[in-house]
């Protein structure tokens, strides 16, 4: 019997779910909003190749079909319109009985189904229509419908678990379609519960419900899945199954052993339900066909999965090729033994009548005894004759019957031969599929240790990162600091000129010393600062070109370890030169302060120029002011002692800076070699990868050697199994020759021929 696959509608309207109103239909889409990229639906997902093991289920697909010549057999066309009425009259009581009045289009449908289907899809049906379709499909009398199509209905909690308990004790329906009904919990419990019971649904599409919502609902669900028999075909499409469903379906599907198809394109298994799912594979040999699409799940998973799928539809092939072969191998002993059967029967009948014709003869002879007495005598030697005839014919009989054993014999030694080979190619063939799924599971344990070392790889590229990201925060805070002190420098520079200025002021005649004085510690404080801001600016600048060469060394190693992280490089680009505009914007002001600072000194210069001029014009009243000037030059002399003090406190305060540069420095030349210690690291770690790939590669070319050996296994037993068949039809041509022949050559048909 053949599983009804139902063919999805593109462009329907989406159903996640009605939100509780009825006549309200949202939009329907896949979940997480996987509209691009998306196949066709009713579209397969994977192609196969032509040759290799599709390629003989192709040539048994084609041997099932009927020939050219040969008429295909057909349905019935319908129930007779007797069975209808009486259907429909049943439906009204039942709906009359719960309150209810029956709905027009469902009477409508229920007066002609054709080819046994119930398609009631788009029609809104209520609880009590439900209720009474269940009882009436739950009724003892067998039932025309074998397909029911509900798709679209609307149907409630209660409608749809009065229906399913009708279903639950029919065994007429063989498809149901309940595509967009958004079933919750209670209906997914009552479709667990009636997977468990039935045992004649076949196919069942549950595309554009909710099954997957309520956990434990769907529990109950796969509950029911497991313990079902009779189910070929599911179809869950779009129903938010999470990966904790997709466990549960994993249980279920251990249990299993009749699904066929299961479909669960488009919804939220992800990588965790595709693992469970592949991990049940290797103990269910009867599911061929499963659609994992647009559920987040990576490649080597879905490939994986279509390995196992090729491998249960391959095994299923020679399953039914080898019943075939045992099917058309019995039909030929079956017409050689009815041959046999034939001959014995017609050598018994010529044997009876013979032997009746004898017995004729003798009771005519002994009627015609008195009347024959003299030609008793003339005629004894004829009697001698037929005596020996009759003779031979029963040693001939003996030997028919001995031949015939010793044929028999032999057809049991040639079947004793023939089960025994195919025990021994079954033995064979269980402990290749067996070594075949350890190497499977092997490989995909190395898969899952490779993911796991790149994934700590990954995190200790992050690690990486975020230490190079203190560093810069490090250097930035040294930037900081730099600038800080040298504006505090420039600040006692000013304070200090002013006090200058204040001296002047009260020392006049004295101008020239001090302004001589006063310009070379000017001079030699803008020197120093400038001095100090070069070395700061190369150290800067020195600290910038390393900071670029590890930021360029970190990118290469970023690019090659991991290409997704361009974005984050971006960002850290965007950083970057915001931080550079920021410093630029903080030289730009130093250099304003150092302009500030020249137009000053060049102030102090003309205010100086000003001063000589008084100073001369007050040379002529110097005699006068002789005794104002050695109290001028005592706090001229006190001036110079805070002067030696304030270079002291400079040369120390230099001298702190230098060792705390000093220190910078050495942090920064510990940070770099930590910087070389994690390149060498991470060098180390690509070579680790590149040789993990390797492996994985080499892995993989075994595997693919030892599936070529495999079929090329599989081809040779083939052969092996129509030679043999050969051999054996040989057998049977060489056995029905000789007993035809055997037939032709007998006496008794030499005997039997006059009459």
């Keep these: 019997m053949g599983v009804v696959v139902p063919v999805a509608r593109p462009g329907r309207p989406a159903l996640p779910g009605y939100g509780g109103a009825r006549g309200r239909i949202p939009a329907r889409g896949p979940p997480g909003g996987r509209r691009a990229g998306r196949p066709r639906r009713g579209a397969p997902v994977r192609s196969a190749p032509p040759g290799g093991p599709h390629g003989a289920r192709r040539a048994a697909r084609l041997r099932e079909r009927p020939c050219r010549g040969e008429a295909e057999p057909r349905g019935p066309a319908g129930p007779p319109p007797a069975a209808m009425d009486e259907l429909r009259r049943s439906y009204s009581r039942l709906c009359r009985e719960r309150g209810a009045e029956p709905q027009e289009a469902v009477l409508q449908r229920l007066q002609r189904l054709p080819r046994g289907r119930l398609d009631l ?39 749809a678990v009065l229906l399913f308990q009708g279903l639950c004790a029919n065994t007429a329906v063989q498809v149901l379609d309940l595509k967009g009904n958004n079933l919750r919990a209670a209906g997914t419990e009552a479709l667990g519960k009636l997977l468990r019971q039935n045992q004649s649904i076949q196919s069942l599409t549950l595309e554009w419900n909710s099954l997957g919502t309520h956990e434990e609902a769907f529990a109950i669900f796969c509950g029911g899945l497991a313990a079902n028999s009779a189910l070929r075909q599911l179809d869950l499409r779009n129903n938010q199954i999470s990966h904790r469903g997709a466990e549960e379906l994993a249980l279920a599907l251990k249990g299993n052993t009749t699904l066929q198809q299961l479909d669960l394109r488009w919804n939220n298994v992800g990588l965790l339900g595709g693992r469970a799912l592949m991990n049940c594979l290797p103990g269910n040999r009867a599911l061929q066909r499963l659609d994992l ?38 039909k030929e002993v079956q017409h050689l033994q009815e041959e046999k059967s034939r001959q014995y029967l017609s050598l018994m009948e010529t044997i ?132 800080s002190t040298s504006a505090e420098l420039k600040m006692r520079a000013i304070q200090a000129e002013e006090r200058l200025d204040m001296e002047k002021r009260r020392a006049r005649q004295s101008l020239e010393d001090l302004e001589k004085l006063h310009a070379k510690e000017v001079e030699h404080m803008t020197r120093h600062l400038e001095e100090s801001e070069r070395a700061m600016q190369e150290r800067v600048q020195r600290a910038e070109a390393l900071r670029l060469s590890l930021e360029e060394e970190l990118s290469r190693a970023k690019a090659a370890v991991l290409s997704e992280r361009s974005q984050a490089e971006e960002e850290l680009v965007k950083a970057r030169s915001q931080a550079r505009l920021e410093e630029q914007q903080n030289l730009a002001h130093m250099g304003e302060k150092m302009r500030l600072l020249v137009q000053a000194r060049d102030e102090a210069q003309s205010t100086c120029l000003q001063q000589k001029q008084t100073v001369s014009e007050l040379q002529a009243r110097a005699g006068q002011l002789s005794l104002q000037v050695e109290g001028q030059r005592r706090r001229l002399e006190e001036l110079q002692q805070e002067l030696n003090n304030k270079d002291q406190e400079k040369v120390a305060e230099v001298s702190r800076v230098r060792v705390e540069l000093q220190e910078q420095m050495g942090r920064l030349q510990a940070d770099l070699v930590a910087q070389e210690v994690l390149r060498e690291k991470v060098t180390a770690l690509e070579r680790q990868l590149k040789v993990i790939s390797g492996e994985h590669r080499a892995a993989l070319l075994d595997r693919e050697s030892e599936n070529a050996s495999l079929r090329e296994k599989l081809r040779l037993k083939e052969a092996e199994i129509l030679r043999i068949r050969e051999e054996e039809a040989q057998r049977a041509s060489f056995l029905q020759n000789a007993v035809l022949a055997y037939v032709q050559g007998s006496p008794l048909r030499a005997l039997s021929t006059p009459k």
């Design 352 to 483: 009876d009548q013979q032997r009746e014709e004898m017995a004729k003869s003798s009771r005519a002879a002994a009627a015609h005894v008195g009347q024959l007495q003299e030609a008793l005598s003339e005629r004894q030697s004829l009697i001698n004759a037929l005596k020996a005839k009759l003779q031979m014919a029963e040693a001939a009989l003996a030997l028919s019957e001995q031949k015939a054993q010793d044929l028999g014999e032999r057809l049991v030694t040639a079947e004793q031969e023939r089960q025994s080979l195919s025990q021994r190619q079954e033995k064979a063939h269980r402990q290749e599929q067996q070594e075949a799924a350890e190497r499977e599971s092997k490989l995909l344990r190395d898969l899952s240790t490779a993911n796991e070392k790149n994934l700590k790889l990954r995190n200790q590229v992050d690690e990486w990162e975020r230490k190079v990201k203190s560093q810069q925060e490090q250097l930035f805070m040294t930037r900081q600091e730099l600038t």
């Design 121 to 159: 899809a788009a029609h809104s049906l209520t609880a009590d229509s439900c209720g009474a379709l269940g009882a009436l499909l739950q009724s003892p009398s067998p039932s025309p419908c074998t397909e029911l199509v509900l798709s679209d209905c609307m149907l409630s909690e209660e409608g």
């Design 293 to 330: 699409a647009g559920n987040n799940i990576p490649g080597d998973i879905l490939r994986a999965v279509g390995q196992a799928m090729d491998h249960n539809q391959d095994r299923h092939t020679a399953f039914q090729e080898n019943q075939a072969r045992t099917h058309t191998l019995s």
